[in-house]
T-cell receptor
């Protein structure tokens, strides 16, 4: 079974530029999560999708961050414009609604963003 | 709402020594508990989980954890560590019936020869 795929793995941009990250979840997983992991901290949930609908985006800075999951499969997270404090690893995870391990989250390798 | 406290940001230990990484949680509902490991430049990998049943759970790589409801703790242990166990370890909690995970700040395990 293929895992969660993310790209790019690394990105360096200047502040005020825009950037986009892509995530392809495990096949059949209805729920997709985006986390922000700042150095020295645990992952913080930014947004959660179930199929193509948003379940929770309470911690997403909506003035600069946006995310979509148009066909209920892969997803894109965008930052526009970026700030220095957005430097972090952005993790994508997915989980199934049923089966043997419902709600168990599987993580991708992450995208490390550096804003200069 | 849930919260997780990992009291130790860093735990240095010599190879083949035992180790315990501490995790305490708070929640107003029944919880499921998890330990994840993160190697450098990689995503999170599930080590073990407590959903129900026996309070002592065994995971991969020789790790185990004990759920203590009265002390709201879920400490991770390994009787003998290896150099390859050097990584960051995260404790996480999820309310039963919910899918959202809340993570602690992590504990860096540093194993030296």
């Amino acid at each position: 079974e293929a895992g969660v795929a993310q790209s790019p793995r690394y990105k360096i941009i200047e502040k005020r530029q825009s950037v986009a990250f892509w995530c392809n979840p495990i096949s059949g997983h209805a729920t997709l999560y985006w986390y922000q992991q700042i150095l020295g901290q645990g992952p913080k949930l930014l947004i959660q999708f179930q199929n193509n609908g948003v379940v929770d985006d309470s911690q997403l800075p909506k003035d600069r961050f946006s995310a979509e999951r148009l066909k209920g499969v892969d997803s894109t997270l965008k930052i526009q414009p970026a700030k220095l404090e957005d430097s972090a690893v952005y993790l994508c995870a997915s989980s199934a609604l049923g089966g043997t391990t419902p709600y168990e989250q599987y993580f991708g390798p992450g995208t490390r963003l550096t804003v200069t | 709402a849930q919260s997780v406290t990992q009291l130790d940001s860093q735990v240095p230990v010599f190879e083949e020594a035992p180790v315990e990484l501490r995790c305490n949680y708070s929640s107003s509902v029944s919880v499921y508990l998890f330990w994840y490991v993160q190697y450098p430049n990689q995503g999170l990998q599930l080590l073990l989980k407590y959903l129900s049943g026996s309070t002592l759970v065994k995971g991969i790589n020789g790790f185990e954890a004990e759920f203590n409801k009265s002390q709201t703790s879920f400490h991770l242990r390994k009787p003998s560590v290896h150099i390859s166990d050097t990584a960051e370890y995260f404790c996480a909690v999820r309310g039963s019936g919910y899918s959202t995970l809340t993570f602690g700040k992590g504990t860096m395990l540093l194993v030296s020869p």
